[in-house]
């Protein structure tokens, strides 16, 4: 048996043919920027989140860039930032001209609780990131932040569909940022994200930055830039979003399959709080200090794995930094991705356990 960590290839037929259908009817729209496709996408989210604002770019880098920009974020003003995350964190802060301040996270890749410790004069905004869809304790972060005057900006990219008290991942601060990359829980078929916000103003500002500044054509307000959705893969997140409900099941089955498959063997750290609503089940990453070892035996039984992500930024070139990161270090050594997607079936799931479980036998 074979198994990848992830074939979008897999697409249920159901799903592929409902995107066909959504494709050929926009092809005789003729709409291919803007239209009903963006306004339904935009109207949908706001719905299932709870969101006021909801609003549609390019990508999820995109996102996080327009929101520091919209906040007024820019030259001399820290950010404080995950030392555990994906690089786009921290690059956006730096394309607004500001500093990141590196921070260390817990032992599951969250921003530490102590990160009150990296204020300073110039510090004006946190990213919190809600890595591998588990989402940071917002109620106790968003009472630090405005404790200091701090704007929040979500990172999301990993946590659609994950909730805290009932209250979405990406509406708990100023701005919330989504990324619809393919490989995500809920994705396109190609590039595209999303702002979230409850505040009218900022909602208007990242308007105008996505679209050159203007609210109508050839009337430019301010310095923006293109960052609008295709309205191409407005329509086909509108078909997969009908689906989403019955994926997020999937995905907590087999979450629930690896706990009790895997459970009990020593050296071998699990993901917690995986069935909560507070973790969306983006990625299953298991931790331990034999990572490489396990990782090369599973990919000679045929089982594709990942390593999300196996550096931290600060000790990368365009970001290095001092400081202690011991729980992102450790992580980013012993972290490993198991595969754990919608598409697969049980009985994968099962091989993986059992290969697993026959690589600690061994060792």
């Given amino acids: 048996m074979r198994v990848p960590f992830l074939d979008l290839k897999r697409i249920d037929e159901e799903l592929k043919n409902a995107l066909k259908l959504r494709f050929a009817d926009m092809l005789e729209e003729g709409i291919f920027s803007g239209g009903e496709?963006?306004?339904f996408l935009e109207s949908q989210i706001s719905s299932y989140l709870k969101s006021t604002y909801s609003i549609a770019c390019a990508n999820g880098t995109d996102a996080l860039e327009l929101a520091l920009r919209a906040i007024?974020?820019?030259y001399g003003d820290e950010v404080i930032v995950p030392a555990m995350t994906w690089v786009s964190t921290a690059e956006v802060v730096i394309?607004?001209?500001?500093?990141?301040?590196?921070?260390?996270?817990?032992e599951d890749g969250l921003l530490a609780a102590d990160w009150?410790?990296?204020?300073?004069?110039?510090?004006?905004a946190i990213i919190p990131v809600h890595l591998y869809g588990k989402m940071v304790d917002m109620g106790k972060l968003m009472t630090i932040a405005k404790q200091y005057n701090l704007h929040v900006i979500e990172?999301?990219?990993q946590s659609f569909g994950s909730f805290q008290g009932g209250k979405a991942a990406g509406t708990f601060g100023d701005v919330g940022c989504l990324s619809f990359y393919p490989t995500k829980n809920f994705g396109?078929?190609?590039?595209?994200?999303?702002?979230?916000?409850n505040n009218q103003e900022l909602s208007e500002r990242i308007k105008l930055l996505l679209n050159h500044g203007q609210e109508v054509r050839d009337k430019h307000e301010i310095v923006g830039r293109n960052s609008r959705i295709?309205?191409?893969?407005a329509g086909f997140l509108n078909v997969i979003l009908e689906k989403f409900g019955s994926f997020q099941a999937i995905r907590k089955e087999y979450s629930k399959r690896y706990l009790l498959g895997l459970s009990g063997i020593e050296g071998l750290k699990l993901p917690k709080g995986i069935l909560e609503e507070d973790h969306n089940a983006h990625f299953f990453v298991i931790q331990t200090s034999s990572r490489d070892e396990l990782r090369n035996y599973l990919q000679s039984q045929g089982i594709g794995t990942a390593i999300h992500y196996p550096k931290i930024l600060p000790e990368m070139k365009p970001f290095r930094s001092d400081g202690n990161f011991?729980?992102?270090?450790?992580?980013?050594?012993?972290?490993?991705?198991?595969?754990?997607?919608?598409?697969?079936?049980?009985?994968?799931?099962?091989?993986v356990i059992e290969k697993i479980q026959e690589f600690f036998k061994k060792s």
């Fill in 230 to 233: 295709d309205t191409i893969q």
């Fill in 116 to 124: 009150e410790k990296a204020i300073t004069a110039k510090t004006k």
């Fill in 37 to 39: 496709e963006v306004t």
């Fill in 72 to 74: 007024g974020i820019g």
């Fill in 95 to 106: 394309l607004a001209r500001a500093k990141p301040v590196f921070w260390d996270t817990d």
């Fill in 155 to 157: 990172d999301g990219a």
């Fill in 188 to 197: 396109a078929l190609g590039e595209a994200g999303m702002c979230l916000t």
């Fill in 326 to 351: 011991i729980n992102a270090n450790n992580l980013s050594q012993r972290g490993l991705s198991l595969p754990l997607n919608p598409w697969m079936q049980a009985e994968e799931i099962d091989f």
